[in-house]
């Protein structure tokens, strides 16, 4: 009970402030245990943001799985299908987006190999959950293929999401200056255009 205690507080915090700003004194003062208390369930402040992440993980593959469905439709229209879908699920989920962001810079460079372990079997599997998925609306892809789909996804969220989120200063020389939004993007449209393009170049090139 208390792990889940922890973990929620963590994800109410993310909806406020940004990962970086996650500390284990403000996060202990607000679960209402003293921060060595929480180092009992948690070896460090990268283990909480870890599992979260696993946690986020695993709801946004249950999602994925529920909505990507066989159809009727042709090729093309089933890819633009599954690219909605995921790029949607995802951007539905700023705090899933903030710490995939921050993973490999940040909360892998914090934990033992016993948490390392932990974290990347969690990953693969809902990887794993989603692959199935995507080629069962996409049959056209092997499973190889979809896999690769998705790990790409995976990275072109840890660039786009901090991208479409400028800082306070960059947004303000944007609205100072329109001329330099030209290039600002707009995060479920971007990753649905790369998701749908990585798709058509993977089944071109098969």
Sequence with gaps: MRRARILAVTSEMLEEM????????ELSR????A??????????????????????LHEW???????????????LERIAQVADVVASSIAERPVMCDLISAQSAVLERNISTEVAVQHKYAIAGEVETITRAMVRALPE?????AWQV?????????????????????????????DLAAGQMDFTETLRDLIRVT????????
């Design 150 to 178: 998705v790990a790409y996804t995976i990275l072109l969220t840890a660039g786009a999401w901090p991208q479409s989120r400028p800082a306070p200063a960059i947004q303000a020389a944007y609205d100072l200056e329109p």
């Design 61 to 75: 593959a249950a999602q994925v799985d529920a909505w990507l469905v066989e159809s009727p439709a042709d090729c």
């Design 141 to 145: 892809l092997s499973n190889e293929q």
């Design 199 to 206: 798709i058509t170049g993977l089944l071109a090139s098969a």
């Design 35 to 56: 921060k060595s208390n929480v180092l009992r369930y948690f070896e460090s402040r990268e283990a909480v943001l870890l599992q979260l992440l696993d946690a986020e």
């Design 30 to 33: 607000r679960v209402g245990l």
């Design 18 to 25: 940004p990962v970086a700003k996650v500390s284990l004194n």
